[in-house]
């Protein structure tokens, strides 16, 4: 086991679990932080109208990095899987096998990107004045396509392989490159909103090639397989596909629900985009949580250890919903301040406070259906999860927004959004409760 390696399968488990999930948040706190930075950036130098630009593409852009996260996490798994399994030369495959169809995945998703982007703005109703610059973002955007997703293949084969330092370490040289390059592109060069776009591409593949070489040059163990396995392929995409099409159907609803926004004006876009940052941001520790209770339970499956999970999944849980009474709390009280960072208009700022108040109010229930979902992530049960989106998303929270928007305008939407975590819930702990994960022990191949 190296240094940065986590064992899950033995000794304590509260302090190892904390410590592995601690650089997935502060991972997660740093990719938020400089997708916060573009907006603060566009906001307060380049106006309402810039940021509703960027706003309207926010679903599209989640769209496709969810679409590759899914496809992905059934990587993360599989090594995990086979980690906790000693399956050294079945990891070996898997890490060469994936390399080589995300990247060309990547390409074909970057053609097809670039040549929608009209179409999909749109879809998405995007407002006549701010469609152009819109849509000249997206296609940038598109254009660094095999950067974004490159960089999350690598992270996940690290951890999978245990290791959550070394994402940490490769997000921190992406954020700190994409604000400081936000700056010089927006504020030396002058380029707008095309500008945060190429900052944020080219961060990433600062940060992609440095992992890369990272995988290779510390685990040379596990890189030196050149063999493409299309069994191993299809193991990991019956993982990730599920989970896949859960992110895309969630994503696919917020378009939907964007459009609905977008017919109240650039304000309510404006108002929405930056709130849902906060948002994002505050959500993000229940997310880490998530993540490393996957990388727990794939391991303790495959070392077939069920109790260690039950205790995982008690502690994960704990921290979880008592970070989520706390951050109730502190939006309440100080959401205000924190909308004044990003827009200086008042409509803007109260569009966004509206919209905090309410989904934060909902927080635990959040709390209580994402850090359980780790379970079935880590026992490759991702289609409950699928299932579970579909039913909250599009059964709920998208006929609800409809129904409630007629009556309470963009209030109605807010309230909507927080409506689906309780289907979520009962979905994710029911599963959790039937113990049906318990399978994949005695089904490990």
Request: proline share 3%; net charge positive; with cysteine.
């Amino acid at each position: 086991m190296k240094k940065n390696e986590t064992n899950f399968t033995t000794g304590k488990i509260i302090s190892p679990l904390i410590m592995f999930s601690f650089p997935l948040f502060l991972g997660n706190i740093l990719q938020q932080l400089y997708s916060i930075a573009d907006s603060i950036i566009v906001g307060q130098i380049l106006g309402s109208q810039a940021l509703a630009s960027i706003g309207v593409t926010s679903p599209v852009t989640h769209l496709v990095n969810s679409l590759m996260m899914g496809l992905s996490m059934g990587v993360s798994v599989s090594i995990s899987q086979f980690a906790g399994a000693k399956e050294t030369g079945k990891l070996k495959t898997v890490i060469h096998t994936s390399i080589l169809f995300f990247f060309l995945l990547s390409l074909a998703l970057t053609i097809i990107g670039i040549f929608t982007s009209h179409s999909i703005l749109g879809i998405c109703k995007a407002p006549a004045n701010i469609e152009p610059m819109a849509c000249i973002y997206l296609q940038i955007t598109f254009l660094g396509t095999i950067m974004s997703v490159g960089y999350q293949v690598v992270n996940a084969i690290f951890r999978g392989l245990g290791n959550s330092l070394y994402p940490l370490l490769f997000l921190i040289i992406s954020s700190l490159a994409n604000i400081i390059l936000d700056l010089v592109f927006v504020l030396c060069l002058h380029l707008g909103v095309p500008g945060t776009a190429w900052a944020t591409i080219i961060a990433q593949g600062i940060s992609f090639l440095w992992a890369l070489l990272s995988l290779r040059r510390s685990y040379p163990q596990y890189t030196s397989s050149h063999e493409f396995s299309g069994t191993l392929l299809k193991r990991c995409l019956s993982i990730g596909i599920p989970s896949s099409l859960k992110g895309s159907a969630y994503w696919l609803g917020n378009i939907l629900l964007m459009s609905l926004i977008s017919s109240y004006g650039p304000i309510p876009i404006a108002g929405y985009s930056i709130a849902s940052k906060i948002d994002a941001f505050i959500q993000t520790p229940m997310a880490s949580l998530s993540q490393a209770l996957s990388s727990f339970v794939g391991q303790n499956i495959g070392g077939r250890k069920p109790e260690r999970i039950k205790k995982g999944v008690i502690t994960s849980q704990s921290f979880g919903v008592a970070f989520s009474i706390f951050m109730t709390i502190l939006v309440h009280h100080y959401g205000n301040n924190l909308l004044g960072l990003f827009a200086k208009d008042a409509d803007v700022i109260a569009i966004g406070l509206r919209y905090l108040k309410i989904v934060s109010t909902f927080y635990v229930i959040y709390a209580l259906q994402e850090v359980i979902q780790g379970v079935a992530i880590g026992a490759g049960d991702t289609i409950v999860l699928f299932c579970s989106t579909i039913l909250a998303m599009w059964a709920l929270r998208i006929p609800l927004a409809y129904h409630l928007s007629a009556k309470y305008g963009t209030d109605g939407i807010w309230y909507s959004m927080a409506s689906g975590w309780f289907v979520a819930m009962i979905i994710c702990n029911g599963y959790y409760l039937s113990g049906r994960w318990k399978r994949k022990m005695t089904t490990l191949k």
